[in-house]
């Protein structure tokens, strides 16, 4: 068994994060490589995790009285021109089909980038009067967006998401909205995926394309990097007049709507393996993971049937009990061997059962996480996080053991990233900020600055924290008067 550990063993993050990502995500069997260039094959582990996000999300969508629906993947090229700094956008990210059945298309297609184009024009078709407001749609869909370096996960050509599309009578009605749906995902990113992201504002050149206001939660990733996790735009009255959103008020006059888009996608599961992860590999919280517990039967020869059926019987009695539970009954590999694979996929807590547990009617059960670490001095058999629990009680202690991980995890992140984060007034201070995580400084917001900032340490205003206090004084790097009222957010990023 020395080779199956020396293979499944990961590259520790402190030598080369990179490399510890691309060994977890391979080795774990979250995704694969595609054939063509930034292309991802989510496999099975890795579609579940997203399938336990979209789940969530979906359920907070529908109960604030948003609807599903499906929009077309081509769109007439001429809709992605009518908004004129959304198209320059994209410009170069577009996938663009010239030819159909080997004959050049009269007008191209683009491949969605995102959808707003074509839900636009079909919002101008159905909103005629004040009482069709608000439309409040979302898509779950695929969509393409070329990228000349791709990571998994993180930016690959085409990735899922859902992309949230409302209108509304007035701005207030939209701006509500925008915080709303960056609500779904600052309460999805904290209790769900025990993210401890900073909900914010991005300053004016991070907007999207053809936003007049862009929301974000950010989240510090294990390198003090940070990722956006999720966005909401205000787009003001920008694709109504480019689509002729418009409705017929009380009042007989006529009126443009004001519109929103909103958007997560499968970069949440980057941020979850960034944010979790250590040396032995995945750390996935309760709520997301494939398989809560997993069941590892102990016993050769005659006594493996016995301990399996039991497993069996076990999981089965943990599957009613609402725990996803997995019995890994593989013949071929070691026990030793099992132990480091589901420890390397990120499994919450595993069960040893061997013909010794069942004798005593125990399990012995191992949680992949301990926070806060426990004294090194203390006596290792009052370590609760390995330790044997009677079978009869088993549903209910590991439900609680799960909760316990779960808040256990949004602990350790919430304590990182304060760890991680500094208030800064010099330069120096700055620099250092931002070379292990991320700095919080005041910004004068003019861009020659932000480049000369980003020349000199690669960091970028991520965001202009929701909850900052009111502010002001001398800009970070240049000294003149700050913008934005408040400190910003500023960080190397993903
Ligand atoms: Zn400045």
Redesign the pocket.
């Known amino acids: 068994m020395v080779m199956a550990r020396d293979e499944r063993s990961v590259t520790p993050q402190s030598e080369d994060f990179s490399a510890w990502y691309n060994d977890v995500i391979f080795r774990a069997e979250l995704v694969d490589r595609g054939p063509v260039r930034g292309s991802m094959v989510i496999r099975p582990y890795g579609y579940r995790i997203w399938e336990l996000l979209q789940a969530d999300l979906d359920g907070r969508i529908k109960a604030t009285g948003h609807q599903n629906a499906s929009f077309p993947l081509l769109i007439p090229q001429s809709y992605m021109q009518r908004e004129a700094e959304h198209v320059e956008g994209f410009a170069p990210e577009l996938f663009t089909v010239t030819h159909v059945g080997g004959k050049e298309l009269e007008e191209p297609l683009i491949i969605r980038p995102t959808s707003e184009t074509i839900i636009g024009e079909m919002m101008a078709k159905w909103i005629s009067s004040y009482r069709d407001l608000p439309l409040l749609l979302n898509q779950w869909a695929n969509v393409l967006r070329w990228e000349l370096r791709p990571r998994m996960f993180l930016r690959t050509s085409e990735f899922l998401w859902q992309e949230g599309h409302t209108a509304h009578a007035t701005a207030d009605d939209a701006i509500a909205e925008t915080m709303l749906a960056l609500g779904f995902y600052q309460d999805l990113a904290v209790q769900v995926a025990a993210l401890a992201t900073v909900p914010g504002e991005k300053t004016p050149r991070e907007r999207f394309a053809g936003a007049e206001r862009t929301f974000t939660i950010e989240a510090m990733m294990r390198d003090g990097r940070a990722l956006q996790a999720g966005t909401s735009h205000f787009m003001g009255t920008n694709f109504a007049s480019a689509f002729g959103i418009t409705y017929t008020s009380e009042t007989g006059t006529a009126e443009l709507c004001h519109t929103t888009s909103w958007g997560m996608s499968t970069r949440m599961i980057g941020a979850l393996i960034m944010s979790h992860g250590d040396d032995k590999g995945l750390v996935l919280p309760p709520a997301l993971a494939p398989y809560q517990v997993v069941i590892v039967p102990i016993g050769r020869g005659d006594q493996a049937p016995a301990t399996l059926s039991a497993a069996t019987g076990l999981a089965a009695e943990l599957e009613r009990a609402g725990i996803r539970t997995h019995v890994d009954g593989r013949p071929q590999v070691s026990p030793g061997f099992k132990f480091n694979d589901w420890e390397m996929r990120g499994v919450p807590i595993r069960l040893e059962l061997g013909p010794r547990d069942l004798a005593a009617g125990t399990a012995l059960m191992s949680r992949r996480l301990s926070y806060p670490q426990p004294d090194p001095g203390q006596d290792p058999g009052q370590d609760a996080a390995k330790r044997a629990i009677p079978l009869d009680a088993a549903p209910g202690l590991l439900a609680a053991e799960l909760d316990a991980v779960q808040a256990m995890l949004a602990l350790r992140a919430a304590d990182f990233r304060a760890e991680r984060t500094a208030t800064v007034d010099s330069w120096p201070g700055f620099t250092a900020a931002v070379a292990v995580g991320w700095a919080l400084a005041l910004?004068?917001?003019?861009e020659a600055?932000?480049d000369e900032i980003k020349a000199e340490t690669t960091a970028t205003p991520r965001c202009i924290p929701l909850d900052g206090e009111p502010e002001q004084g001398p800009?970070?790097?240049?000294?003149?008067p700050s913008a934005y009222g408040k400190r910003v957010i500023f960080a190397r990023a993903y």
Do not use: D, V
Request: aromatic share 0%.
């Open positions: 910004h004068c917001g003019e600055c932000e800009c970070i790097r240049c000294g003149k």
